[in-house]
């Protein structure tokens, strides 16, 4: 099932979609924001003794939640490739390139989420250790505990900010397909417009007459435009998944930022603890690499080409 396509498609070159135009709701260059990230906020500070069931339950449905995504985003971008290797073989390449370029940034994103996890996983361990040092009862070698977590967090975030980065990237290269789409048609009917001709009257008159071939080229480029819209929608709106994972690159950085300060003493050690007990107890609960909801695509299999498509 395909997904619902607009009534009425963006104007692609009226906007300066490229440069993240008027559409651009849900995703910015500082991130990516949703009503629903304050619900989702909610979850973190729960303190229950079903949280780590409940949050399992979440983590998983965070991942289906990538899977419908990914399902959503590649189906009407396959369709508009079928409609454009009708027409333009150089623009049908960059869609191939933007295939590829949305599954790496998946994979990644789904990989991410189980380092997240082991991350998380590996610091709930050591925090007993550390709640011991901000009493004061531990010793001197035990403070190595404190680098061993600002080190994971600083890797963890640059890691899910690549991620973000490549999001907003991938928004941009699908909008800049759809510029190039509608110029490649615009440009198609300005070649078919012949030369204005003097009436009887003087009066100058162009009688553009559109050939079989013609008429189906500018179907399959509208149509082609309609599904690129869709896709377009479908990153925009950011789903669950991403906004979890941006939330927790935000924490991440609170976190890597209140343990930079820690060398100057350990009387902020205690709350940086707190901090890091709740990010843990969100995180995880995520399945392990074994429950893979988004798979690495090969070059060559790419598209699903059925053959021509007539109207």
């Not at 369709?79 to 009708?86: F, G, P, Y």
């Not at 162009?206 to 399959?220: G, Y």
């Amino acid at each position: 099932m395909i997904a619902t396509l607009p009534r009425h498609c963006r104007d692609w070159c009226g906007d300066s979609q490229v440069n993240g135009g008027a559409r651009s709701v849900g995703v910015s260059s500082t991130g990516l924001s949703r009503s629903n990230l304050a619900a989702n906020r909610s979850v973190v500070s729960s303190a229950s003794g079903s949280y780590q069931g409940v949050q399992d339950h979440h983590s998983k449905n965070y991942l289906k939640d990538l899977k419908i995504f990914s399902e959503l985003f590649n189906e009407p971008l396959v369709i508009a490739k079928q409609c454009i290797r009708e027409v333009d073989l150089d623009l049908y390449e960059l869609l191939q390139q933007t295939e590829l370029q949305a599954n790496d940034l998946m994979v990644a994103a789904q990989a991410v989420t189980w380092k997240l996890s082991a991350m998380a996983c590996n610091s709930l361990e050591v925090l007993p250790t550390l709640l011991w040092i901000a009493r004061g009862s531990g010793e001197a070698h035990e403070l190595s505990a404190v680098l061993k977590v600002h080190n994971s967090v600083t890797a963890m975030r640059k890691e899910t900010q690549v991620v973000r980065t490549s999001y907003i990237d991938l928004l941009n290269q699908v909008r800049y397909l759809g510029q190039c789409t509608q110029i490649t048609m615009d440009q198609m009917m300005i070649e078919e417009t012949p030369a204005p001709v003097e009436d009887e009257s003087g009066s100058l008159e162009t009688k553009r007459v559109q050939q079989q071939d013609e008429r189906s080229f500018e179907k399959l480029l509208r149509l082609a435009l309609m599904h690129l819209d869709a896709v377009c929608v479908t990153l925009e709106e950011c789903s669950d998944f991403w906004l979890m994972l941006h939330n927790a690159e935000l924490q991440l950085r609170k976190l890597e930022k209140e343990a930079s300060s820690l060398g100057n003493g350990l009387q902020k050690l205690q709350s940086f603890c707190e901090r890091l007990r709740d990010f843990c107890k969100e995180h995880c609960g995520v399945p392990s690499s074994s429950f893979i909801v988004v798979t690495r695509i090969q070059e060559q299999k790419m598209g699903g080409y059925a053959g021509k498509m007539d109207f």
